[in-house]
């Protein structure tokens, strides 16, 4: 299939401006729950300062600290599967499932299987999962991805969850209460839990020294999930581990607060080994981990602790919704994160941005998210990925630039933005500049003539 | 004190009025300016596309223009930003001393020259435009997502402007949707982006959107004139150059 870019899939988004409104005050609202919490806190800046530190050391001692967890995991009666890549991943809990006989299963919030493509993987097996998250219960029931890491149904509103609820939970058609229709997708989710033969959920920190990893939720459902079910496999990325526990003191404490504004999730679980007659399963995922982290310029990307501040703050986000980023994992992030996976399937996303650095310093763990949209664009543009008529355009204004007296000509001839910036022609079709926008008007002089005839001695 | 002054290329274009003010304002502060005739363009624009490789030729002609002063300053943050971050070429001395000595105005009139008072006189209300290159980029002002003690430099000279009245917009330091090539890569959202930075200064009821940079005030004002709005765009620097008329 092939994929709209950004720019054109925004422009279809923003076609409904009401709804794009919408869109962008919700968002608006959680970035400022997030400023609230964070002025709440006197040591805010120090605790993102020690957050990324903690991240770097780890991600400099990747190797040393993997091993360790695997040992304690081991230790505790886990399980340790290790995943190069998403078909890996995919085949590992194919292979429990199989081994097990097992026919139905849940899921919590787990953006790495969505990264996987695991639902579809298993679909096509003929194996049906639940996601219990009920935003992601939502989009499943829609057969989209999710629009949001941690808000994944945010571009919908209720009446739409109303209309998917009633096409497939038989709820009544235009009631929009949203007491009534959560407490559809409760009575609908109990079922599924108490039929569940396997949970998999996700990781947010796999701590090193004790082979224990916590999951956080708003609704419970992990542990809903893995507590009921015989089998738990928890599916992880390799750079969710933290060194220590007490580390938990420093991001616990920011996630929660950078994602919604809240002091801390709901839940905050702690699993370190299989109850009495149950099994879990650890599968650790590289997918395209390792590369990046020898990336010089963008291995720190790998510091996220997926609390989505970055798609909040971010306007162009707010603007255009997480579907029009194309990936699992939207947003500016995403935008970081996705063409190391696939250069070219997502050159256009490191230029769906104005660099307005707002990302970065939200960023709890301090990834220079601009910085690397910036380098991103370099990188895309010499290993060729990018339009043969920009390039021209580009060497154009390059060599004009670069001789003063060819742009003086340049400007006094037409004066001059047309001959420098091609794309400011005024007609529509071949100018988006005057679609929405008057060109500028054009002064007899330049300040360069100005200067000429009025101060140079 | 010796200043080179640098008039980014679309100012020297399109808004002379903005580097008349500049110049003027630099002089009136007891600053000996010079304008270097040689002068074209940062590289940003080829540079934010992912160009950067070609802007070798641009880099070089903005060394040889720009050695030998004391201070360079320019009124746009972003361009100052972009030599400060990617001004590269082949004397690294020379390179390094313009990257450490080139000045945003506003950074430039509160940080060295120290400016305390100015003789200006601007009777209308104004909404200040928050640039984001200036703001994250150069540190002009505090920002809304760190926990820092709040400053602005371009709101500290507004305030020794006679008679103008200074309004904020409901989000203080959001990006109005310029972004470089993004205006017109992206033309959707970055239009969106610019009606909605208007729609709070309106409920303001300004009449004048002012910033630090010509390039947001140029995305902003070209949708304002489409919807034959009576809001103006101005730079700062042409505020606090006016005088008592």
Redesign the interface.
Same mark, same amino acid.
């Given at each position: 299939m092939k994929l709209q870019t950004?720019?054109a899939a925004?422009?279809t988004f923003?076609a409904d401006?009401p709804r794009?409104d919408w869109h962008?005050e919700t968002l608006?609202f959680v970035r400022s729950k997030r400023?609230k919490a964070?002025?709440g806190?006197a040591e805010?800046?120090a605790l993102r300062e020690w957050a990324s530190k903690i991240k770097e050391h780890t991600l400099s001692n990747l190797d040393n600290y993997l091993i360790e967890f695997e040992e304690k995991a081991k230790a505790n009666g886990v399980t340790v599967h290790w995943a190069a890549n998403g078909a890996e991943h995919n085949q590992i809990v194919f292979d429990i499932i199989r081994k097990n006989n097992i026919q139905k299963i849940v899921k919590s919030k787990s953006m790495l299987t969505e990264e996987c493509g695991l639902n579809e993987y298993l679909h096509v097996k003929g194996i049906e999962t639940v996601d219990t998250d009920l935003g992601e219960r939502i989009v499943q029931f829609r057969n989209e991805m999710p629009s949001h890491i941690v808000l994944p149904a945010i571009h919908l509103k209720k009446e739409d969850v109303s209309e998917t609820f009633h096409r497939h939970l038989g709820t009544e058609k235009g009631n929009n209460d949203p007491q009534y229709l959560t407490e559809a997708a409760r009575q609908h989710l109990r079922s599924k839990f108490i039929e569940a033969g396997l949970a998999i959920t996700g990781v947010n920190f796999a701590i090193a020294e004790t082979g224990g990893f916590v999951v956080c939720t708003n609704e419970g459902n992990a542990d809903m999930g893995a507590h009921a079910a015989p089998i738990h496999i928890a599916c992880m990325g390799f750079e969710k581990i933290i060194p220590k526990a007490e580390h938990l003191a420093v991001f616990l404490r920011l996630l929660a607060r950078s994602a919604t504004g809240q002091p801390i999730t709901t839940y905050s679980s702690h699993f370190s080994k299989p109850g009495a007659g149950q099994q879990m399963h650890i599968v650790i995922v590289d997918n395209g981990r390792s590369k990046q982290l020898g990336r010089t310029d963008f291995r720190n990307s790998l510091k996220c602790i997926r609390c989505a501040a970055c798609f909040n703050?971010c306007?162009?986000y707010r603007?255009?919704g997480g579907h029009s980023y194309h990936t699992a994992v939207s947003g500016p992030i995403g935008s970081i994160l996705n063409p190391n996976l696939d250069m070219k399937a997502n050159a256009d996303l490191?230029?769906?941005?104005?660099?307005?650095?707002?990302c970065?310093?939200?960023c709890p763990v301090k990834i220079d998210i601009h910085q690397q949209l910036?380098k991103w664009?370099?990188v895309?543009?010499?290993e060729g990925y990018?339009s043969a008529g920009?390039?021209i355009g580009?060497?154009g204004?390059?060599?004009?630039?670069?001789?003063?007296a060819l +742009?003086r000509f340049s400007?006094k001839a037409v004066?001059?933005?047309m001959s420098? @910036?091609p @794309?400011l022609f005024r007609t529509k079709k071949l100018?988006?500049?005057y679609?929405?926008?008057?060109?500028?008007?054009?002064?007899k002089?330049?300040?360069?003539?100005? +200067?000429?005839q009025n101060?140079?001695a | 004190m010796k200043v080179g002054l640098f008039i980014p290329c679309y100012i020297d274009q399109f808004y002379p009025q903005v580097g008349i003010a500049t110049l003027q304002l630099l002089e009136k502060a007891g600053c000996e300016v010079s304008f270097p005739m040689n002068q074209t363009c940062c590289g940003q624009p080829m540079a934010n596309s992912g160009f950067a490789a070609l802007s070798k030729g641009c880099d070089q002609n903005f060394v040889d223009n720009f050695s030998g002063f004391e201070y360079i300053v320019a009124p746009s943050g972003s361009c100052v930003l972009h030599i400060k971050e990617h001004l590269h070429g082949a004397d690294e001395e020379k390179v390094n001393y313009i990257r450490s000595h080139i000045y945003e105005l506003t950074e430039f009139l509160v940080d060295v020259l120290q400016l305390e008072n100015l003789e200006a006189n601007f009777p209308h209300k104004v909404g200040l435009h928050i640039s984001c290159h200036g703001q994250r980029g150069l540190h002009l002002s505090s920002m809304s997502e760190l926990m820092e003690p709040a400053f602005s430099k371009p709101e500290k000279l507004l305030g020794m402007v006679k008679g103008l009245e200074l309004t904020k917009p409901k989000r203080p330091d959001e990006c109005c949707g310029f972004g470089g090539t993004f205006c017109v890569f992206e033309e959707a959202v970055s239009v969106k982006m610019g009606k909605d930075r208007i729609a709070e200064h309106a409920a303001n009821d300004v009449a004048f959107i002012t910033a630090a940079d010509t390039s947001c005030l140029m995305h902003l004002e070209g949708i304002l004139k489409r919807n034959n709005s009576t809001t103006k765009t101005i730079h700062i620097a042409e505020i606090l150059n006016s005088s008592i008329a």
């Open positions: 950004h720019a925004a422009s923003i401006e794009t962008d608006w400023d964070a002025h806190i805010w800046e703050t306007p162009v603007r255009s490191p230029f769906a941005s104005t660099l307005c650095g707002s970065s310093n939200v910036w664009r370099q895309i543009v010499s990018v920009k390039k580009m060497k204004m390059a060599f004009v630039l670069s001789k003063p +742009y400007g004066r001059s933005f420098l @910036f @794309f100018n988006p500049w679609r929405q926008r008057q060109m500028p008007e054009a002064p002089q330049s300040f360069t003539d100005w +200067y000429k101060k140079k | -």
